[in-house]
């Protein structure tokens, strides 16, 4: 099964700062991989499909790239509403064994 | 308005059973594959399995094949998950979720785009 590996498992920044979070594969999975934002005692929100193309709704703020094993969500100028956990998921097998990354939690510094 | 609700979730004894239901509005649900995904308290998400539209195929996460079954009813909109053998480790936050396919150039991806709020599944004696 493919495995997704998120790094910094947590980061803490401030409001205005750029934010990268790296998600790695343990196989090429072309640009299948989708990125979610999740709040405390809430549900995911996807925010990015396809590796890089930015779900209708979500702010411009908000960026995804790669393709094959590497993956970035970038979020250029972190805002409040922003501190939250942030996963990885892999579509590379669809349907079968959809992973996620293990999450990375943003915190304000 | 596009919305998931899940319920059936509660406190069980381990070994036993549950099921959990997923009711869809706003959309047409037949349409869609749908899938479960968990997260225990104070972890990540886990994908749990998914349903093509009409039923006929159905894959799980290695964890839970055997004890769980997904099922759908296209008339009345519904999702379920039939929890059986229940372990501790199951005790998790269950979500239903939509599987949407973008289309893109040359391709089609897909992504969850709505979730459900998520129902609670203890599983303790």
């Known amino acids: 099964a493919i495995q997704l590996t998120q790094s910094p498992s947590s980061l803490s920044a401030s409001v205005g700062d750029r934010v990268t979070i790296t998600c790695r594969a343990s196989?090429?999975?072309?640009?299948?991989l989708a990125w979610y934002q999740q709040k405390p005692g809430k549900a995911p929100k996807l925010l990015i499909y396809?590796?890089?193309s930015l779900e209708s709704g979500v702010p411009s703020r908000f960026s995804g790239s790669g393709s094959g094993t590497d993956f970035t969500l970038t979020i250029s100028s972190l805002q409040p509403e922003d501190f939250a956990t942030y996963y990885c998921?892999?579509?590379?097998?669809?349907?079968?064994?959809?992973?996620f990354g293990g999450g990375t939690k943003v915190e304000i510094k | 308005e596009v919305q998931l609700v899940e319920s059936g979730g509660g406190l069980v004894q381990p070994g036993g059973s549950l099921r959990l239901s997923c009711a869809a509005s706003?959309?047409?649900?037949?349409?869609?594959?749908m899938s479960w995904v968990r997260q225990a308290p104070g972890k990540g998400l886990e994908w749990v399995a998914n349903?093509?539209?009409?039923?006929?195929?159905?894959y799980y996460v290695d964890s839970v094949k055997g004890r769980f079954t997904i099922s759908r009813d296209n008339a009345k909109n519904s999702l379920y998950l039939q929890m059986n053998s229940l372990r501790a480790e199951d005790t998790a936050v269950y979500y239903c979720?939509?599987?949407?396919?973008?289309?893109?150039?040359?391709?089609?991806?897909?992504?969850?785009?709505?979730w459900g709020q998520g129902t609670m599944v203890t599983v303790s004696s």
């Open positions: 196989q090429g999975i072309s640009s299948a």
């Open positions: 706003g959309f047409t649900f037949s349409s869609y594959w």
């Open positions: 396809d590796a890089s």
């Open positions: 998921q892999q579509f590379n097998n669809y349907p079968h064994s959809l992973t």
């Open positions: 979720a939509r599987a949407f396919v973008y289309p893109i150039v040359g391709a089609s991806q897909e992504a969850f785009d709505i």
């Open positions: 349903i093509k539209q009409d039923g006929s195929e159905k």
